[in-house]
């Protein structure tokens, strides 16, 4: 094989602070849902690989939690595992809000990214759809001169895009695949992700949750699959307080029900779904609770 048939692979890590689109993102670059989104910051609690194949080439995409300061031992577990994703990384794509301006959290994932090594950034400035024209052309000179002071400006490409529309995707993904190693593929072509199926049930009922609840008690929410004897899967939800327990349930059950009904029309066929809230008192501020919840 000639070199300029030689096949490229490698891992993409996504980082930012929470809620500026990396779970929307992703899922948009592989055209599947491998990780949930909601409008709550931190929605992204682990580290989610989704896989893009394309001729010639596989990029692992690596959604990560949001960088923020941390104030539980959650938050600390979180942006450890964004730093841990950031080890022998082969491109990091640094997410940055349009509409918001660059400030302290932002300042701190482009520097993240320019510490990867040279060569290595690619930055999407998202929500382009939602901002006007000079905002965003303020976002790129804002990003380019961080990464310029962290020794990246000249190597590091900057792209305008819309997750939600997928405005500037295309050439951002083009943009990554140009900076990937020789090697070969990681994972086989009919794979799209590496998450576990007990992990993803359980995060689509956290999904649900969240857009059922809205601001009510996001952060007090975990959910975890406790049995799996198909068609028969059993999930944990698990909040901080008993006052959470009923605002989970809902009246007469009703809250839970239209959670298990959104969650069920995304499983297969046949599947019978269990519900179950338990509290686990300050299980946020505990590592030993963090770590059996599996973050």
Same mark, same amino acid.
């Given at each position: ?12 890590? !996504?980082? /930012? ?22 409008? #709550?910051?931190?929605?992204? +609690?682990?580290?989610v ?8 080439a ?6 990560t ?49 320019? $510490?990867? /090594?040279?060569?290595?950034?690619? *930055?999407?400035?998202?929500? *382009?759809?939602?901002? #006007? ?5 303020? @976002?790129?000179?804002?990003? %380019? ?7 990246? /400006? ?18 951002? *993904?083009?943009?990554?695949? $140009? ?12 794979? %799209?992700?590496? !998450? ?11 999904e ?32 901080? +307080?008993?006052? @959470?327990? /009923?605002?989970?349930?809902g ?6 029900? @239209?959670?298990?009904? $959104? ?6 066929p ?9 509290? $686990?008192? %300050?299980?946020? @501020? #505990?590592?030993?609770? !963090? ?5």
């Open positions: 094989m000639s070199r300029a048939d030689a096949f490229h692979s490698g891992f993409v890590t !996504v980082i /930012g602070r929470p809620n500026v689109g990396k779970s929307t993102l992703v899922n948009r670059i592989l055209g599947t849902k491998v990780t949930i989104t909601s409008p #709550r910051p931190n929605t992204t +609690r682990r580290t690989r989704g896989v893009l194949h394309r001729p010639g596989q990029a692992v995409f690596v959604d939690p949001g960088l923020h300061r941390p104030k539980t031992a959650l938050g600390h577990r979180l942006n450890d595992s964004v730093a841990d994703a950031l080890d022998d990384v082969d491109v990091v794509v640094p997410v940055i809000d349009a509409t918001a301006p660059v400030g302290p959290g932002d300042r701190l994932v482009l520097e993240r990214a320019a $510490a990867a /090594g040279p060569g290595r950034v690619v *930055v999407a400035v998202n929500k *382009v759809d939602a901002a #006007r024209e000079e905002q965003v052309l303020a @976002q790129l000179a804002k990003a %380019h001169e961080v990464l310029g002071r962290a020794g990246e /400006g000249a190597e590091a490409e900057l792209f305008p895009v819309s997750a939600q529309t997928g405005r500037g995707v295309d050439a951002l *993904v083009a943009e990554v695949l $140009a900076r990937l190693p020789e090697g070969p593929p990681y994972f086989p072509e009919d794979m %799209h992700s590496d !998450v576990p199926e007990t992990f993803w049930v359980a995060e689509l009922v956290r649900q949750l969240l857009v059922h609840l809205r601001d009510e008690l996001p952060h007090a929410l975990a959910c975890l699959v406790t049995e799996w004897e198909w068609p028969r899967i059993r999930v944990e939800i698990i909040v901080e +307080r008993e006052s @959470q327990k /009923g605002m989970v349930i009246h007469h059950g009703e809250r839970l029900r @239209q959670v298990g009904t $959104a969650v069920r029309a995304q499983l297969p046949g599947a019978y779904l269990e519900l179950h809230v338990r509290v $686990a008192k %300050h299980w946020q @501020q #505990r590592p030993d609770e !963090v770590e059996r919840l599996g973050y």
